[in-house]
């Protein structure tokens, strides 16, 4: 079939990735640090710079950067959160052609170093590899705010199975009723509002659930213990509409030591890299409030 229609651009968006900011709260001794990659994007009336290249309407990239870097101090870098919905709202409401903007946050943490038992005043040592994550999106009609976590690795030596499964004629793999479970969890969830939220006391409280329900839930599958981690973090937190929930399996599999006259009682294992299973789950409330362009990219 020979398609005659008119060429159109259907979509477009553009941004400046990946502002690496750090910064310092330092009002006393005891200094405080935020370490954060932003990455801007906007939408807009910018139709024409893609089809006419006629750039009135485009705010350079390079300004975003400097934005970005500015309101690092001024309204200041504490909850992500708050940073990036001040941000999202400064470029909806100050620059004509904006109509949506969405800003990603990652922040990576850091800990204090201690010496003779005290923690040091200014100095830290890098945590990792996991990373908090916001996503928020501004529009004229309202705002969203994505929080989560991605890297975060976790692993159990047993407590963990997988059998029972569907077999066809290409089936190779045995069942187990023990195994290493093991996987990097991507975490993202929805708030219902963006007032009054204590984003940081939030943001523990469900990375703490998030380990408990992995540790404590014994699995039959990686897509029961996403079920009963974002179930859990729903019922916890009332605040929440929506998770969703990324874990690779990344498998370890029993090395043969018996070539060698050894036994390997379920001790030595080979952690294989790829390929992996890739599992994902999205909980919802009945009763949550849509999600309007919370997860547009």
């Not at 010496?115 to 999106?137: F, I, L, N, S, Y």
């Not at 990097?184 to 943001?203: H, I, K, N, P, Q």
């Amino acid at each position: 079939m020979a398609l005659t229609g008119p060429i159109v651009l259907t979509d477009n968006r553009y941004g400046k990735s990946e502002n690496r900011i750090v910064r310092f709260h330092k009002e006393n001794a005891r200094h405080e640090i935020r370490d954060v990659n932003v990455s801007t994007t906007l939408r807009g009336d910018f139709a024409a710079a893609y089809t006419d290249g006629d750039q009135r309407h485009v705010l350079p990239t390079d300004s975003q950067k400097n934005t970005a870097f500015v309101f690092a101090k001024k309204p200041g870098l504490d909850a992500i959160e708050d940073y990036a919905l001040a941000l999202g709202r400064h470029f909806v409401e100050t620059i004509g052609p904006v109509t949506s903007a969405r800003i990603d946050v990652e922040s990576f943490g850091w800990q204090r170093v201690s010496v003779d038992g005290a923690e040091h005043d200014h100095t830290w040592v890098r945590q990792g590899p996991e990373v908090r994550t916001a996503a928020v999106t501004v529009t004229g009609e309202g705002a969203w705010v994505l929080g989560g976590v991605k890297d975060l690795v976790l692993l159990k030596s047993t407590g963990s199975e997988f059998a029972d499964f569907l077999v066809d004629e290409y089936t190779t793999l045995a069942p187990t009723r023990d195994r290493v479970l093991a996987t990097s969890l991507t975490v993202a969830w929805r708030f219902a509002e963006t007032g009054g939220v204590d984003w940081d006391a939030t943001y523990d409280g469900i990375r703490a659930t998030l380990l408990e329900l992995f540790a404590t839930t014994y699995s039959k599958a990686v897509q029961q213990t996403l079920y009963a981690m974002g179930h859990a973090v729903l019922e916890r937190f009332p605040v929440l509409a929506e998770i969703r929930l990324t874990a690779p399996n990344n498998h370890h599999f029993g090395y043969d030591l018996a070539r060698f006259g050894m036994l390997n009682a379920d001790e030595v294992f080979w952690a294989a890299d790829r390929p992996y299973g890739s599992i994902h789950a999205t909980l919802a409330r009945a009763d949550a409030p849509d999600a309007g362009s919370a997860w547009q990219p």
